[in-house]
């Protein structure tokens, strides 16, 4: 089973990601660019690679449901389709004739979705909750990856038009993430919704800038 990253651990994931700090003379700066895939580097860590194959154990029930259902589907949607290049190719075929075939087509394959989603849900968020645990510890581990690698500006490799010896640090992040997250759950409790972990992270740095912010501000006489 292929098992993606979410868009919505995508937009969390983005939420965390460090932003380095451009030294004001930056021709004097003696440390150098990377580029880093975050995505990629939470489906190389360890701790993602076993949690999946432990999905595949733990909801194997669910996944050869989805799959025995998905592919009753598949066959279906094919014979709509079948039926509907058929109406297609008759001589005297015309749009108001063939638009009942495709209406037919589109209807099923909306309503086939919708199924394979409500027979996924379990799954995709023990997925999603496995993604959430590695990505509260992405800011550290990409922090700590440039300091070893002496990068101070990290950009993302779909930023970049053109490179020349601008070095690729996924595989430090990576390395970094195996030892802050050696594992990770992948019963999600009850209550879970995907990115929520992340969510919580940052509420709780917010807060801590606001009240050292307050700290720091002089007692009113």
């Given at each position: 089973m292929k098992m993606l990253i979410k868009a919505a651990m995508l937009a969390a994931i983005s939420t965390v990601a460090v932003t380095a700090t451009v030294p004001a003379a930056t021709a004097q700066s003696k440390k150098g660019v990377a580029v880093a895939s975050l995505p990629r580097a939470i489906a190389l860590t360890n701790a993602y690679k076993t949690a999946l194959s432990q999905i595949q154990v733990t909801y194997k029930a669910q996944i050869d449901a989805r799959d025995s259902r998905q592919k009753v589907l598949q066959a279906e949607l094919q014979a709509l389709a079948v039926a509907y290049e058929a109406e297609a190719k008759k001589p005297n075929a015309t749009e108001a004739s063939v638009r009942p075939s495709a209406e037919a087509f589109q209807?099923?394959?909306?309503?086939?979705?919708?199924?394979?989603n409500q027979l996924s849900q379990q799954i995709d968020l023990a997925v999603a909750y496995?993604?959430?645990?590695?990505?509260?510890?992405?800011?550290?581990?990409?922090?700590?990856?440039?300091?070893?690698?002496?990068?101070?500006?990290?950009?993302?490799?779909?930023?970049?038009?053109?490179?020349?010896?601008?070095?690729?640090?996924?595989?430090?992040?990576v390395d970094e993430l195996n030892v802050s997250v050696p594992s990770a759950q992948i019963v999600p409790p009850a209550?879970?919704?995907?990115?929520?972990?992340?969510?919580?992270?940052?509420?709780?740095?917010?807060?801590?800038?606001?009240?050292?912010?307050?700290?720091?501000?002089?007692?009113?006489?």
């Open positions: 209807k099923k394959q909306a309503a086939a979705q919708q199924e394979i496995v993604e959430d645990q590695i990505t509260v510890k992405l800011d550290d581990a990409v922090k700590a990856a440039m300091e070893k690698k002496n990068v101070d500006l990290l950009l993302k490799p779909d930023s970049i038009i053109a490179r020349n010896g601008t070095s690729d640090i996924t595989q430090a992040v209550d879970y919704q995907p990115g929520s972990l992340v969510q919580a992270q940052q509420r709780a740095l917010i807060q801590a800038a606001q009240a050292q912010q307050s700290g720091a501000q002089p007692q009113s006489r």
